[in-house]
């Protein structure tokens, strides 16, 4: 996958971007074939474990299909480190100027977090329209996005924080939504005990009950 996509492909290729915090680098790649075999490519791996980065770097070279980010971005010279690992795009919990210049520096497409009418301003000042809500429902869920449609009708989210496989489907509903993320697809407790095929399921029955969205 070319490093110059830009973050609405990565949105539109399907209505999940699984959030995935890996404990040990080496549930990466297995847990990367189980969630493409069940039909979702586009995989965050968040910066919140030590080998979040080894993973990733594993995940691009080994796993066929994967478009493989790095969620939790929050400083600029993660960027390049994450560039290096091998992602094609980068996910943030928010956004700052630096966070923009390490975007722009390094040429990774971001997908930036805002939770206010205020950061969607300043996010469209920096020149992002596709953005993250989040935490999702804890800014107001379903209603704040309504809210949102109107003052902002050339934004597009994904709403993150709070979305679960009995609330995904309103979310995907509103017409500023192009994909959600969560993280119910890769439990902590099935990639410790290496349920990759029970992943696989989740995986599908995701797509499955989401593709109609």
């Not at 009418?117 to 804890?138: C, M, N, R, T, Y």
């Amino acid at each position: 996958m070319s490093k110059t996509m830009q973050v609405i492909d990565v949105m539109g290729d399907g209505p999940l971007i699984p959030v995935l915090t890996i404990e040990k680098p080496e549930y990466g790649v297995p847990l990367a074939k189980a969630l493409v075999a069940g039909g979702i490519r586009v995989l965050e791996i968040t910066l919140r474990t030590a080998g979040a980065l080894e993973a990733t770097r594993a995940i691009a070279e080994q796993v066929e299909g994967a478009i493989v980010g790095v969620g939790t971005m929050t400083k600029k010279e993660e960027f390049r480190l994450a560039l290096d690992a091998g992602a094609v795009f980068a996910v943030s919990p928010g956004l700052t100027s630096e966070l923009v210049a390490g975007a722009r520096d390094s040429g990774l497409p971001l997908l930036p977090g805002v939770m206010t009418p205020s950061d969607v301003i300043e996010a469209k000042a920096a020149g992002f329209h596709e953005l993250k809500l989040f935490p999702a429902q804890v800014a107001g869920g379903v209603a704040m996005l309504k809210a949102l449609a109107g003052p902002f009708p050339d934004v597009r989210f994904c709403p993150t924080g709070g979305v679960t496989p009995d609330n995904a489907l309103e979310f995907l509903a509103q017409p500023n939504v192009v994909c959600v993320g969560g993280s119910w697809v890769a439990p902590p407790a099935l990639m410790a005990a290496g349920e990759w095929d029970k992943i696989t399921q989740l995986a599908r029955a995701a797509v499955q009950a989401l593709k109609s969205s």
